[in-house]
């Protein structure tokens, strides 16, 4: 098998202060037969004067308004011309010689390689290791989804369909259970491919605010109302019982597919 073209995807939107770390990742990586793709949603900060100082190191950029994450998502991928896709966002990092190991996993027959990704707390400086899950029933109880250390090929995006741009936040969640519930094959490649930044208390990080998408990404992909609820109540129970944990001192504490790094 040859080495594959890997394809990948930064979006953006005033990103300055961690959008260089990105960028060195990706092009400071020892594979060759790649393209960077940038979709920045028109930012108002220094994130396209930093873009600019690397310009001749990145394949694509565009900067334009759009209509979310997913939009953003969908963007680059069409754009894409990459065997496998990787979506690397503005705060996450690839490790070095990640696409190289990636590449020798590559065998042509998944629709998904996924390799593990590091979460690094900003607030207490830990790391922990996420172990994907390769496979997504519709109410996906402990999985893990490790979106930075997913490849998929651009035939499982044509085939399965792009990211559902009236999901704001489960996006890529989403995305796994419809391949999974289209017996999409994946492949789990014991590597660490990626870092991802969590911490800080955050509007965002709220479940509350993410309602209407998972009840929708449940009914969506086959779940019934009851079954949409259920699911939705696991995690407003599992994000209580990670606040309960932190406020006694016990927020270091992981389990099921997680691995202190």
């Known amino acids: 098998m040859s080495s594959p073209k890997i394809s990948i995807v930064t979006i953006s939107y005033n990103s300055e202060k961690t959008i260089e770390d990105t960028i060195l990742s990706v092009i400071s990586q020892d594979y060759h037969n790649k393209e960077y793709i940038i979709i920045d949603g028109a930012s108002v900060d220094n994130t396209l004067n930093i873009i600019s100082r690397y310009k001749a190191d990145i394949t ?24 496998i896709i990787c979506l690397i966002n503005s705060d996450d990092r690839l490790l070095p010689g990640a696409l190289s190991k990636v590449a020798r996993e590559y065998d042509g027959k998944a629709d998904i390689y996924c390799g593990n990704v590091f979460l690094w707390n900003t607030d207490d400086d830990t790391r922990y290791r996420e172990i994907p899950s390769t496979d997504f029933p519709v109410m996906p109880f402990f999985r893990h989804v490790a979106h930075q250390g997913m490849f998929a090929t651009k035939e499982c995006y044509n085939t399965f369909g792009m990211y559902d741009t009236k999901i704001r936040f489960p996006m890529d969640l989403e995305f796994l259970i419809r391949v999974s519930q289209g017996k999409g094959v994946f492949h789990y490649m014991d590597i660490d491919v990626a870092e991802f930044r969590i911490g800080g208390n955050t509007d965002s990080n709220s479940i509350f605010r993410k309602k209407n998408d998972y009840l929708y990404m449940v009914r969506k992909n086959g779940g019934n109302t ?14 209580a019982v990670k606040a309960v944990l932190s406020i006694f001192g016990m927020s270091r504490i992981r389990k099921l597919r997680y691995k202190k790094a």
């Open 60 to 83: 694509k950029v565009i900067s334009e308004r759009d209509e979310g994450i997913s939009d953003a998502f969908n963007k680059g991928i069409r754009h894409s011309t990459g065997d």
């Open 226 to 239: 009851l079954q949409a609820y259920i699911f939705y109540y696991f995690l407003v129970l599992t994000q």
